[in-house]
């Protein structure tokens, strides 16, 4: 992860150098997806999750994911290709699980709306919010002070003490909260396969692709 700016420049400037970076687009991706993914679950627990703003927010979920993963695909390659590396071929990406995820991300985008699809992204999205807030955002706003004995790290804040103790605390367990719901979605799209809805079968083989190559 990219440091933050040095604590000797101007607050603005500080700002805008982050604000300049893939990362920050990164980060503002996942801080998008949580709100639309916050805002999608309030239209559906009140039964409005066909509305305007339902599918917007569906959507622009989506689109915030694939822009997300893109970004980390692109920063893969390109440090591949300074090295001389190359992309490895179709079978290296495709085993890439940034890959994968902004292939789903895609497909999820151009499919009839499937709720329970957004969760795993957005758990995900909990945690690498929390990382770059800790790791860059804090950092930029408000540089931690020197401490007074020579050769001591600087003492990070406390907001910055409890996230990196939830993120320490809570990791394994979102993971596996992950596989959890990826293998209910599997269930979910299987029992709409075998009500024979509409493109269902074709977004139950792409999505078994997608759990058999994470497996």
């Not at 400037?13 to 982050?18: D, K, S, V």
């Not at 860059?136 to 990070?156: F, H, M, R, V, W």
Request: some cysteine.
């Amino acid at each position: 992860m990219t440091p933050p700016p040095p604590a000797s420049m101007p607050l603005q400037q500080r700002i805008l150098q982050l604000a300049q970076t893939l990362q920050f687009a990164w980060f503002c991706g996942h801080l998008t997806l949580l709100f639309c993914t916050l805002r999608y679950g309030l239209s559906y627990i009140t039964f409005n999750y066909y509305s305007r703003w339902a599918k917007f927010s569906y959507r622009t979920a989506f689109i915030a994911a694939a822009v997300t993963y893109g970004i980390v695909v692109f920063k893969a390659y390109r440090a591949r290709a300074k090295s001389g590396r190359g992309a490895g071929g179709a079978l290296a990406l495709a085993g890439d699980e940034n890959v994968q995820y902004l292939a789903m991300a895609l497909v999820w985008l151009f499919s009839k709306q499937t709720p329970l699809a957004i969760l795993p992204f957005a758990v995900y999205s909990i945690f690498h919010v929390a990382t770059y807030t800790r790791s860059n955002l804090l950092p930029t706003l408000q540089p931690p002070q020197q401490s007074a004995t020579q050769g001591q790290k600087p003492a990070p804040s406390a907001l910055s003490d409890n996230i990196g103790r939830f993120v320490k605390e809570y990791y394994d367990t979102s993971m596996t909260l992950v596989a959890v719901l990826e293998i209910a979605l599997w269930v979910r799209l299987a029992g709409s396969a075998l009500l024979f809805q509409r493109g269902s079968w074709i977004l139950l083989a792409f999505y078994t692709a997608f759990l058999r190559a994470r497996i």
